[in-house]
């Protein structure tokens, strides 16, 4: 019995050793594995539509940052599933962000609502509107009640000494809630790069707004050219007073009114021509709601000398005003009660929403927008020039030849749906490709020291036929601009200035960043009718699964165990 013990000590030493080898090798392998982890990172994304793949071009943008971003997000607190899904989304994403920047991107989350002294919160809340984030009200279910809370979906990104505001809730609000919280989740990686990239970086696009011709200018194009001049240099430049436009990266035209010259137009075409970028917005009928009078009025076309220099970029702004059943609203005098007028908000079908769009980055998951007195766009052949269609009207809209008469009556005569028949009417193109210049085998005007070239460098237009899309209103009361896209009438905001933003950004966008909004997610939604014939048998399905297999494993471990030490 004793020479048994003592052959057993060897045994028992031997497999000590062996397991302790094989602990320390074990441990050995886990240091160099999060050694290599360490020094080499990498993400693996299984899902179908490589939701939580962070794109290349965000990539080069965080890790070139040469400062830390602070990232401030106000989504903190108790929301519904939808929400929380946009919440967890965009902590997600934010993680991300901070280990692809090497940490110089850092973010935390807080509940605006968390001060329980009113009058103080209250004042946090004007603050946050000021910087440019939209509350919204979220009705949510507590027990047995229903209850609304004041969100702010949104996040305020700072670097150095500059902030700016990303708005996280965007989409359709035409959309259902699910579809529009989607829509918001596809942004997310665009909204964020796009705000780290304008309070990161120092260099910025040189954009030119013409003047000369009766276009837009303050108060009435204030919001829009103040929303550019924070993410890129803007200048006022009247063409007759320069000798060329090589300063600049694109040039703006804003509802011109007076016709240009030849020397005039010989500047932007060469400028086009040597890779400058344009963005116009032109009205084909002069027509506005302050020159109707109680008799009504008569709108005519514009003569602005540029229908030869469009028709060669492969686009023509007819002149013709569009009638859309789908329009905004204006104020109205239905009637008197004694002296007093009584007025109602009526549709003018001369103010085509829009809320049909292309599905090319810079007007995807887009809230409708909001035109007045907008014509209509034909394309023409021009070689070489690919014509994007971005926006359309309703299904039930129709064309008015000018000249148009229009009357104050019209909203009340307008109302069969057969006079609208006309679908789709096209009010915006791009137009991508080399541009032949519009004085190829004309004289060069008098007064130009730019050398003629006929035809250069690949560049783009986006046009669209309503020079107000980038007007905002006036506050009566005071005279201060309103928001671009707000109409003080029905309260209403509308996407106008995220288009041109967009539109701007695509354009200026060396870093290919308005790509992003081309991610698409798809919604899988469970069968709801489903779900509740079926629930008793998933539920059952998944307690009793794990407790078959561990019973299974306990009995065949047991088995095993009872079989070794039987022998």
């Known amino acids: 019995m004793v020479e048994q013990t003592q052959n057993q000590k060897p045994v028992v030493e031997s497999r000590r050793r062996q397991d302790w080898t094989f602990f320390l090798v074990a441990v050995g392998l886990l240091l160099v594995l999060n050694f290599v982890a360490s020094r080499y990172f990498f993400r693996l994304d299984l899902t179908e539509d490589k939701r939580y793949t962070i794109s290349e071009q965000t990539k080069n943008l965080l890790g070139n940052l040469q400062e830390p971003v602070q990232v401030t997000v106000y989504l903190e607190g108790e929301f519904p599933a939808g929400f929380r899904r946009l919440q967890n989304s965009t902590r997600e994403m934010l993680e991300e962000f901070r280990l692809y920047s090497d940490g110089r991107v850092q973010y935390q989350f807080v509940d605006p609502s968390a001060n329980t002294n009113e009058q103080a919160r209250n004042q946090f809340y004007t603050q946050l509107a000021q910087k440019g984030l939209q509350p919204t009200n979220l009705f949510a279910q507590e027990g047995d009640k229903k209850v609304e809370k004041i969100v702010f979906p949104g996040a305020l990104i700072s670097a150095g000494n500059k902030e700016t505001a990303a708005t996280l809730l965007k989409g359709s609000q035409a959309a259902a809630p699910e579809e529009r919280l989607n829509q918001s989740i596809e942004g997310l990686e665009y909204e964020l790069a796009s705000s780290i990239r304008n309070v990161a970086s120092t260099s910025a696009g040189r954009i030119g707004v013409l003047q000369g011709h009766g276009e837009l200018w303050l108060p009435q194009a204030a919001d829009f050219l103040g929303t550019l001049s924070e993410y890129y240099t803007v200048n006022r430049v009247d063409l007759s007073q320069v000798p060329d436009l090589n300063n600049f990266n694109l040039v703006v035209l804003m509802k011109p009114t007076q016709p240009f010259s030849e020397l005039d137009k010989y500047k932007m075409d060469q400028f086009l021509i040597r890779g400058g970028k344009m963005l ?28 030869d220099m469009l028709f060669r970029y492969g686009v023509r702004v007819n002149p013709d005003l569009v009638q859309d059943l789908n329009a905004s609203f204006i104020p109205m005098v239905t009637g008197y009660m004694g002296n007093q007028p009584q007025t109602q908000l009526v549709p003018w079908r001369y103010y085509p929403l829009i809320s049909n769009f292309s599905s090319l980055p810079l007007t995807r998951n887009l809230d409708a927008v909001q035109t007045r007195f907008v014509s209509s766009l034909d394309t023409v052949k021009a070689v070489g020039i690919r ?12 064309k008015r030849e000018s000249p148009v008469s229009i009357s104050l009556n019209d909203p009340r005569v307008d109302r069969d749906p057969r006079l609208f028949s006309q679908n789709a009417i096209p009010v915006g193109y791009l137009l991508e490709g080399k541009f032949q210049s519009v004085f190829k085998n004309r004289p060069v005007p008098a007064g130009s020291n730019i050398p003629f070239q006929a035809e250069g460098k690949a560049s783009q237009i986006v046009i669209f036929s309503d020079g107000d899309l980038g007007a905002n209103d006036v506050d009566p009361r005071n005279g201060r601009p309103l928001e671009l896209g707000f109409d003080r009438f029905t309260r209403s905001r509308f996407a106008n200035k995220e288009l041109l933003k967009n539109v701007a950004d695509y354009l200026l966008d060396e870093k290919g960043l308005i790509e992003l909004r081309g991610k698409e997610i798809k919604l899988r939604p ?42």
Request: proline letters at 4%.
């Open 280 to 307: 116009l917005l032109l009205d084909g009928v002069r027509a506005s709601l302050d020159s109707i009078s109680e008799q009504g009025a008569v709108a005519f076309p514009y003569e602005l000398n540029l229908q």
């Open 387 to 398: 014509k994007s269609p971005l926006l359309w009207t309703s299904q039930y809209s129709r």
């Open 526 to 567: 469970l069968d709801k009718a489903k779900l509740r014939e079926e629930r008793t048998k998933w539920q059952a399905i998944n307690l009793g699964i794990p407790l078959v297999l561990l019973l299974l494993f306990g009995v065949t471990k047991f088995w095993l165990r009872k079989r070794k030490y039987a022998r």
